[in-house]
């Protein structure tokens, strides 16, 4: 019989397989008392455990494939070290002697006892070993419980639909490489990370399917419908016919729209609006070109971070961006924006776990600023970029302008740098801040005078104003970019740029949605960087727009406190006449 689960839709498109699901929850683990004369056989299943990890580690490290640009190699053998590591292979043996204890057990001390030792450590980066070793130990821990390995990396995902609890982007990372089809969660939020990057890889993905692993088993053949937000399991004859016809429209549908692909972007009344792309890796600058797209408003740099143990250096970075700035210009490159839902290397797991409000601490540039070296290595290598074509920096989370300040120091003193060593850079190279945190918003007419550009991040910028956690799915439905607050930080925010005479554009999710893209050119918006999937369906939008009745539509809005009267206007807004 069929069963239809209904969620929240984050990436469009409909995608028909066989599931594939993945289990994070970690392994129940309970002590017992082994007896003298077993305890060798308790050691040897330890060994045997410590091995089959080691030959599961090796198997995923084959089938890593070459042109990854995340070093998940690196990685993995990071992990494959930690289990020749005496604090692994012989302590837990020599524990299990000493408590006479079953090797569940001695591991599990043993990982308490490495992980309280790491959280001593003030270096982010050694304090982040500690996810790898629980990461291992999880390992063994599954092999000892008797399971299967069900993790993401060993997994054959050729044309799956993958099912989990959550998705951590440094899962999706891995994701990118193996041609999944859909994906679908039981938690996550409209803007969280993985919907992002679901959007920008141009698969369907659905969030917030509550308990969706109780109904759904593995291999079993379901729909994913990514624009309405539901699954269907084991459909039917007639279902199956039907949404392969919707399949087909689509690719109809999609290949109509590429006929604009080369088409300038103008209103039927002749405003030329800058339309840029969004970005996460530098493969993406394929599917940026797929649309007709040059330019890069956006590009996303944390993702270089995932999947590893030690930060890229400068020359890493340099190689990455070198590979856009071959392909696009001008390119828009974002300085760091780790932590609250870009954590390192596995978002439950975090060594942030014991803040309050992760979103509120140390994130973007307040990381930055505080772990020079990292942020400086990044630095050096986006001021050697702007040699090699036209690069603009933008930096992410501001709050206020003592972090500008503190900022253009940094770069000048690295200016200087570079040219003692005769290394080549632009030396006005343009430095822009994202609009994120409603201060900013607030006083864009105090802060444009003293930066090149801004861009408007409406992810965050939603999620401070209306103190709704992006990723927190109990909350999803405060999630509103037409909220009154919403709509006037947008407006304050272009108008504070306007009248300093600096580019403003938008580079949040909202900026993507077909519904909210007149209102925004309404609101004065006239640069919009999107995703490449939402590029031409903003374009096509764009250029069937008549903008002369817009503005005095669009400020109606802000002074509307009914969502339903919003909503009636945001329909009059999008009429097409
Ligand atoms: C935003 O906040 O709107 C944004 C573009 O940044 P990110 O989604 O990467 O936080
Ligand atoms: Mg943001």
New binding site residues.
Partial sequence: MSLSLQGIGVSKGIAIGNVYIIHHEPVEINEYCVQSPHLPDEIERFENAISLAREQLLHIRKRVPKNSTIDIAAFIDAHLLMLEDSLLSQIPIDLIYEHQCNAEWALKMQCDSIVQSFEQIADPYLSARQNDVKHVVTRIQRILAGYQDSSLESASLSNAIIIADDLSPADTVLMQHHGILAFATESGGITSHTAILARSLGIPAIVGLQRVRSYIQADDTVIVDGSEGFILAEPDERSLCYYQRRQSQEKRYRSALSKIKASPTITRDGTSISLQANIEFPEDIKAVKRVGGKEIGLYRTEFLFMNRTQPPDEEEHLEAYRRVIQEAAPVTIRTL?LGADKQIVDNRQHHYSFITNPALSLR?IRLCLKEQNLFKAQLRAILRASALGEVRMMI??VSDQSEIIQVYKIVEHLKNDLRQQSIKFDPSMPIGV?V?VPALAICSDLIAPHVDFLSI?T???IQYTLAADRNDQSVNYLYNPLHPAILRLIKMSIDGATQAGKPISMC?EMANDKRYVRLLLGLGLRTFSVNPESYLEVKKIINNTDMSHLPSLAVRMLDMTSQAERAELLEAINYES
Avoid: A, H, Q
């Fill in positions: 924006d973007g992410p989370m994202m994120e991040g992810n965050d910028l949040g």
